[in-house]
């Protein structure tokens, strides 16, 4: 029995990809196909990926060609599998050409002709050119999320507000876009909005722009009280919108898996987390301002409390904190959350410099994720017996936010109105802790 493989994405099931699995099944008896794992593309820069793996998988199945569909999660898995499944016949489409000669070492190669004038690059583009993005504020977090954007195929962004027209001229001309300064105006040129203007701002924003009928992606801290989270949610499902924080962290490929390694049990029961993030800012900064609330809690809070609430979940039974204040604003403050199985901390910093790690200890082993731990490409996850402990490397491309705005589009595109990677109850969560301590409620000074 004569057995071929062939590997791919087959992302939006084409014609190319049927004609494809149909001539390397006629090269033999039995057809194996490798279809990539999600975390496998966007670790190899293939961040548009419409379908998810079991969509992509079931698409190939329904094909009728395959004989076996396996799933590609590594680089080098080919040679491998070719051994593991005693592969007679290795066949890829032509636009590969040359580039898997190395594998003629195992089995016979061929490149089998590529069908003309289609791909799931050229259908996701044809249908994701129309959302156009439109980017409310135009500070230094939007500026960085521009080129990201362009990172992610088929997004488009068209344009910014400000009420400050040289503000919102210069960042235009800067990005070659169109500029607004009345929300009315803006809101009809576009089909998604990205909400990144101080923090007092969002909820307002982000309401206007649902009860406008538009996708909202907003900036960390979503809102600074819990009530207001709950209401943009409630309206987001009513008027059938994808709403989702711009957490960046909880998007990035290993933050990812450090959360399903720990759910897995590979440290045992998780009896402590301890997140610290810590960034310096000098005067004049709106981080700095009490009147744009400003401080290392608002500022810092989303990402590290994300990370203890992903992991320890939101039942906490206490918790209190500890700030220095410098004009009105915590330049440093610590954070407790007990839970009743575990306890939580963190230390945030705008004035006060930490090391931004991440620990999370079990009852058989821990995990570190070195400083900047939001910007995770690397841990280690640590036992007694240190023969076993495991490093895990993952990309983390440019700014990070390519991450988040790929989860946001897919979203979009499939309909999909919930992610698990930040669920609207997390959400909520880390709003309330945010309130709780604005609020004063078991604040101490020091
Ligand atoms: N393929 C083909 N003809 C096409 C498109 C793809 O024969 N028009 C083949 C590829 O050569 C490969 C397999 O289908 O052997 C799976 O390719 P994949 O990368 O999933 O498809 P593309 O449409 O090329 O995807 P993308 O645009 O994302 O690169």
Redesign the pocket.
């Given at each position: 029995m004569k057995r071929v493989i062939?590997y791919?994405?087959?992302?939006l099931l084409?014609q190319?990809?049927i004609?494809?699995l149909r001539r390397a099944k006629e090269l033999g008896d039995y057809l194996i196909v490798g279809v990539t794992s999600d975390s496998f593309d966007v670790g190899r820069g293939k961040m548009n990926v419409r379908n998810n793996v079991l969509e992509r998988i079931e698409a190939v199945k329904a094909t009728g060609y395959a004989d076996e569909v396996i799933i590609e999660d590594y680089l080098g898995q080919k040679i491998d599998d070719i051994q593991k499944y005693d592969v007679d016949i290795f066949a890829?489409?032509s636009?590969?050409e040359g580039k898997f000669d190395y594998l003629k070492e195992y089995c016979q190669v061929v490149y089998?002709p590529?069908?003309e004038g289609?791909?799931?690059?050229m259908l996701r583009e044809e249908s994701q050119n129309n959302y156009r993005i439109g980017i409310i504020g135009s500070g230094r977090i939007a500026n960085r999320f521009v080129p990201e954007a362009k990172m992610v195929n088929g997004t488009q962004i068209t344009s910014v507000l400000n009420p400050d027209p040289l503000q919102a001229e210069s960042f235009a001309k800067a990005h070659d876009i169109e500029y607004y300064t009345d929300f009315d105006d803006f809101i009809k040129t576009v089909d998604t909005v990205y909400i990144a203007t101080p923090h007092l701002t969002h909820y307002d924003y982000a309401k206007r722009s649902l009860l406008a009928g538009k996708h909202v992606l907003c900036e960390i801290p979503f809102t600074l009280k819990k009530n207001e989270a709950l209401e943009l949610y409630s309206l987001a499902e009513k008027q059938n919108l994808v709403l989702l924080e711009a957490s960046k962290t909880a998007y990035c490929p290993a933050f990812g898996h450090i959360i399903t390694l720990v759910k897995s049990g590979i440290i045992g029961d998780v009896v402590d987390v301890k997140a610290s993030l810590s960034k310096m800012v000098a005067p004049p900064i709106r981080e700095l301002d009490a009147s744009q609330a400003g401080g290392a809690m608002t500022e810092h809070a989303p990402l590290t409390v994300m990370a203890i609430v992903k992991l320890l979940g939101t039942n906490w039974h206490d918790m209190n904190f500890h700030s220095r204040m410098e004009n009105g604003v915590d330049v440093y403050t610590q954070g407790v959350i007990n839970y009743p199985h575990a306890t939580s901390s963190f230390t945030l910093g705008i004035g006060v410099k930490t090391e931004g790690n991440l620990v999370i200890s079990g009852t058989k082993g821990y995990i570190y994720v070195p400083a900047p731990w939001w910007l995770t490409d690397f841990f280690e996850v640590r036992y007694e017996d240190q023969t076993k402990n495991r490093k895990y490397f993952y990309s983390y491309d440019g700014e990070g936010l390519r991450y988040e705005i790929q989860e946001f589009l897919s979203m979009i595109v499939n309909n999909r109105r919930y992610c698990y990677k930040l669920r609207h109850h997390e959400s909520v969560a880390i709003a309330e802790i945010i309130e709780k301590y604005r609020n004063k409620e078991n604040v101490t000074v020091i």
């Open positions: 062939t791919g994405t087959f992302d084409h190319g990809h004609n494809l890829i489409g636009d590969w089998l590529r069908t289609i791909s799931s690059t």
